[in-house]
């Protein structure tokens, strides 16, 4: 049985707490491990990764087969499903259309002393795109982090995905060819990440680097920040499901168990103002959870993680899930505008009884890629944003320098700056001379 | 001497490599004391500030006098000169009118099928500003992190600014006031960051933290990095000026001064198509290091970090600030907004001969937090963006639903996702079935 609170019990408040900083995820101690093999990537370039590939894939690899070629991507494109094809091409195509609305616009004004001020956006040059083997290689992932990056304009997008024992996913490689992706290279693991923030012989260093991954990927991001860009550190799954009297407690329930299935560390909540909904939802987890194909995996992140609050009325339920600020938000009431227009935290929100979640996994068009483990209180999913940079522009007239340089002047001389200053005052003085010079007439 | 480069010269691209390779800023090992800290801040709270303030800042502080009160802000702002007081409202005005821009606007779109999808923007609820002490404690660092997050809609600002010995600069606590922050604490260090995150029983915990610091503040902003959000761990201040043969010598030389004189560690080039040029910036520097205030500190940066590059060209020029990817950029030419054309890697660019770059230091409007060591290739400088964050939105129709839906449970069952699937399945289920008893007239 998931954790079942009540708002107007004298121990909500100690009890809801518990459930905040509940440690969902494990993080195995591999820094050091991690740390050794980067530095073994930076020194001895596609030796090392061939050699921790060999490792941890059990693939024996040259320079020239670290790319899967446009040959085996062909061949494997060819064998997917018409449908399944349609379906990551109708993917594709919703994607792209609400991230090109969020290409930012080019600023430029002038000031009242006619100083030009401004900022303009450009891409990065280079982005590399992490995607999991295994279990988790999701085509639908690589075509939420290549479509926003080619969207932004980048010119060079590379893709990382190991496929132990040489299994690659198809589905993974068509979406990298809908996408645009320009590299697939055959290598995961800290190696990978390696290979892409300081480069190899066959492998070109890239700015950024995206995408999910394990815990050595997700170590060897962090400590690569800084060399290169990095995307989120992405924690378990989760999803909040606001509903109140009107809700179908089966919907409900199936929604909850589409997180649950991710990974027993997921978390699924329900947040409602209706204890005969409540019920009934909980009910409906148990009968589902006997026939669901992932029933085990589900049943552990429901049995540990999950939570049932009832709350005593919607503004309290979007107080509550405010506090919790999940990745995915689900409202599913009479009005759920009403309610989302109280919500200030979360990635992204689903609204109405026909906004199932897993519309956003796949088609919705937003991205999948949240903020996670409460960070909605401070960022935001990815987007095209992530994969371009602001430079800000300023060019002084000297009008505009002669009637704001002076106060530079003064605060630079407040923090011991000389040159600060002077650097503004040789110019002013300039300005001076000549105006004089102007002025008598010579 | 600075290094001199000549474009020209068959060793150019490794001496080139070698300048971009350097490591300017030595990274002492402080991230064990650092973790200690906060781990000792996150268990003990109060005390534990209270003690580690004792120790690195010499006070004796209670929680009762962890806050600068009212009453000491206000006598330390009528001691500022009112000279400074104005010119740091002027700094103020402009960067409120510039970031005022940057307040991004919320989506709102149907798509063919019916779907409303976009996206809002909302304010991080509280920040936390970290403004270093001693010599960098900078009154107009504090306005270019506090003004932005003011003008995002940040409900909370709290300052930290450690007083080693109790002294705090009072053009520091005027900004505070300017800029409307709303709590300031007199401690620094890994535990000021570890009160910020965490929270202690007097100080309640923020969501964000900017702002420079040492090693220690910038090792434990990566630590504490997840539990809240960070703005960026910045390192030694660079210039760049690219000028052709119409420079001004002295001007030149001194605007590279001014970033010399910042820290030992900074790094000032000069980029020109005339030796001529470079010539007499060489030779002004070297008058200028006899006489300015900070000359040991210039001479030292100079002399380690310094580069001047002569190039072919201005479409070299730009290629080379390109590769470099530069904090700050000058551009001083005949033309300089068709050289500025061919820039893409910059944290900011200052045009023409009337645009020191002290000017942005202080007064220009745009943010002086600026992406250093060559991450203004995938990061950019400070902004309000930094301070909110987005939620996207989607909301199905059931015509929405039933168009693609069937995509969306195609492409979950691919992943073995069944619950994903069938989350979309019962619903179309139930339209199917709708629409079936509406055509048999039941």
């Not at 320009?182 to 190899?200: F, N, P």
């Not at 168990?257 to 209706?274: C, G, K, R, Y």
């Not at 992140?301 to 938000?329: C, F, K, Q, T, Y």
Request: hydrophobic fraction near 50%.
């Amino acid at each position: 049985m998931p954790v079942t609170l009540r708002a107007d019990a004298p121990d909500f408040e100690s009890r809801f707490r518990d459930l905040l900083s509940m440690k969902r995820e494990s993080s195995p101690e591999v820094d050091d491990v991690v740390a050794a093999i980067l530095d073994d990537v930076r020194k001895r370039g596609d030796d090392a990764v061939i050699d921790h590939t060999a490792r941890f894939d059990r693939m024996q690899l040259a320079p020239d087969t670290l790319a899967i070629s446009e040959e085996e991507i062909a061949v494997a494109c060819a064998a997917v499903p018409p449908e399944e094809a349609r379906a990551l091409e109708i993917a594709a195509e919703r994607i792209e259309a609400y991230h090109a609305r969020q290409r930012p616009e080019d600023v430029s004004f002038q000031d009242p002393h006619g100083a030009t001020l401004g900022w303009r956006w450009t891409a990065v040059e280079a982005a590399g795109l992490y995607v999991p083997g295994g279990l988790a290689s999701y085509p639908s992932s690589l075509l939420m982090n290549a479509i926003p990056a080619r969207v932004a304009g980048v010119e060079r997008l590379a893709v990382c995905m190991p496929t132990p024992g040489g299994k690659a996913n198809p589905l993974t490689l068509l979406a990298a060819r809908i996408a645009g992706v320009d590299e697939v290279w055959r290598i995961g693991g800290a190696q990978a990440i390696g290979a892409l923030a300081y480069g190899t012989d066959t492998i070109r260093a890239v700015d950024k680097i995206a995408g999910p991954g394990n815990a050595y990927v997700a170590a060897a991001k962090r400590r690569v920040f800084g060399t290169v860009g990095i995307d989120m550190i992405a924690g378990p799954s989760e999803i909040l499901v606001i509903a109140d009297a009107t809700a179908n407690p089966e919907w409900v329930a199936m929604d909850l168990m589409s997180q649950a299935e991710h990974d027993p560390s997921a978390q699924s909540i329900l947040v409602t103002d209706s204890a005969a909904l409540a019920q009934a939802v909980i009910a409906a987890v148990e009968r589902l959870l006997t026939r669901l194909e992932r029933a085990e995996i589900a049943a552990a992140s429901w049995r540990a993680n999950g939570a049932v609050i009832l709350v005593r009325d919607m503004a309290e339920a979007a107080a509550v899930s405010d506090r919790i600020a999940p990745e995915h938000l689900e409202i599913v009431t009479a009005d759920p505008e009403a309610v989302a227009a109280n919500i200030r935290h979360a990635g992204a929100i689903f609204l109405g009884a026909f906004t199932p979640e897993a519309i956003g996994d796949y088609v919705g068009g937003p991205n999948h890629v949240l903020p996670t483990a409460r960070s909605a209180r401070f960022s935001s999913g990815l987007s095209v944003l992530d994969f371009m940079k602001r430079t800000t522009i300023a060019r002084m007239t000297p009008g505009a320098l002669a009637a704001i340089g002076p106060a530079a002047e003064t605060l630079a001389r407040s923090e011991s700056l000389e040159a600060h200053a002077l650097s503004v005052g040789l110019r002013l003085a300039a300005l001076n001379e000549e105006e004089a010079s102007m002025e008598s007439g010579t």
